[in-house]
Nanobody, 126 residues
């Protein structure tokens, strides 16, 4: 069981990237999927999560209005469209399959993580 991220790279401030998280070997129907990021010297931060049904979505305050998460369960792939990128978005981005707490209303968070991806580097130059 693994998650495979792709789509990272180097982009200028104001540009866009689309990250993909594919899950060969298991179905997203059983898990909520989230994107988290970690910049050098900082703690891992929740970016966005989407429930297994696709009906509930969470965004971190720093990315609201700029990032969009979506899922294609037929392809077992979750996407993170990142627009209007800023230098402070520079980090390693990880996708994860896990469980959002019931009735949760806070920032992107999993109470249990089933599996992490290997991460993909996003660098935004000023």
């Amino acid at each position: 069981v693994q998650l495979v991220e792709s789509g990272g790279g180097l982009v200028q401030a104001g540009g866009s990237l689309r990250l993909s998280c594919a899950a060969p070997g298991f179905t997203f129907d059983d898990y909520d999927i989230g994107w988290f990021r970690q910049a050098p010297g900082k703690e891992r931060e929740g970016v966005s999560c989407i429930s297994s049904s696709g009906g509930t979505i969470y965004y971190g305050d720093s990315v609201k209005g700029r990032f969009t998460i979506s899922s294609d369960n037929a392809k077992n792939t979750v996407y993170l469209q990142m627009n209007s990128l800023k230098p402070e978005d520079t980090a390693v981005y990880y996708c994860a399959a896990g469980v959002i707490p019931p009735h949760y209303t806070g920032s992107p968070y999993f109470q249990n993580v089933h599996v992490w991806g290997q991460g993909t580097q996003v660098t935004v130059s000023s």
